[in-house]
């Protein structure tokens, strides 16, 4: 079965500050990859989508970028950080019609 | 408009009762449905799959109306368990891959 794993569970970062999270994958090859984004008291909202090695789409403008180095790492990055750019970010992924999350990332930007 | 909407909540119910929740979703080409249970602070997991002929997992019933493009979700004799949000979730293809569309959420209290 696919297994995510996030980290770090908690980041606290100043405004202007860069920012890397990473997500990888385990038990399953090839899954379509996602970084989501939740906002205090909102929805989730997808950022980013693979579908493999090196194949980026975003869904939104902002101020983050994503890379797939490997077939089963998701990096979420970002050079400077606004302080819009707190929330809570899940990496999820998905074969076939499964889907899975990561535990989650909690970002704070000061 | 949202692609997906829910009532937000909160709903604060007694142990026992019975609860629903709505959801409309806007995109016709939605093609598969579920609703996901997210606790305070931690990732949404999946508490069902929803289909058209309606299905049952224990004292959960969800059903889905394609016509109306509406989802529901019953919980029967709620449990304090049950306290989370509750988020009801669309699988759209576009663009040659899923992707899944959430709802805000609605919020369940439950209380003793």
């Known amino acids: 079965s696919q297994t995510i794993h996030q980290w770090p569970a908690t980041l606290v970062q100043p405004v202007g500050s860069p920012l890397s999270l990473e997500c990888t994958v385990e038990?399953?090859?090839?899954?379509?990859l996602y970084w989501y984004r939740q906002a205090a008291g909102r929805g989730l909202q997808l950022l980013f989508y693979?579908?493999?090695?090196?194949?980026i789409s975003s869904e939104v403008p902002q101020n983050l970028s994503a890379s797939r180095p490997q077939d089963r790492q998701f990096i979420l990055s970002s050079k400077k950080l606004l302080l819009s750019d707190s929330g809570f970010y899940l990496c999820?992924?998905?074969?076939?019609?499964?889907?899975?999350f990561g535990s989650g990332t909690r970002l704070t930007v000061v | 408009r949202k692609e997906v909407e829910q009532d937000p909540g909160p709903f604060n119910v007694p142990e026992g009762a019975t609860v629903a929740f709505n959801c409309t979703y806007s995109?016709?080409?939605?093609?598969?449905f579920f609703w996901y249970r997210q606790d305070c602070r931690k990732e949404p997991k999946l508490l069902m799959s929803?289909?058209?002929s309606g299905n049952e997992d224990g004292r959960f019933t969800a059903q889905l109306n394609r016509a109306s493009q509406y989802i529901s979700l019953l919980i029967r004799d709620s449990k304090l368990s049950d306290s989370a949000t509750y988020l009801c979730?669309?699988?759209?293809?576009?663009?040659?891959?899923?992707?899944?569309?959430f709802g805000a959420g609605t919020r369940l209290a439950v209380h003793p």
């Open positions: 999820a992924g998905t074969v076939a019609e499964g889907y899975t």
């Open positions: 038990g399953t090859s090839n899954p379509n």
């Open positions: 693979s579908v493999g090695i090196g194949q």
């Open positions: 995109n016709s080409a939605s093609q598969s």
């Open positions: 929803v289909y058209s």
């Open positions: 979730v669309v699988n759209v293809f576009s663009g040659g891959y899923n992707k899944l569309i």
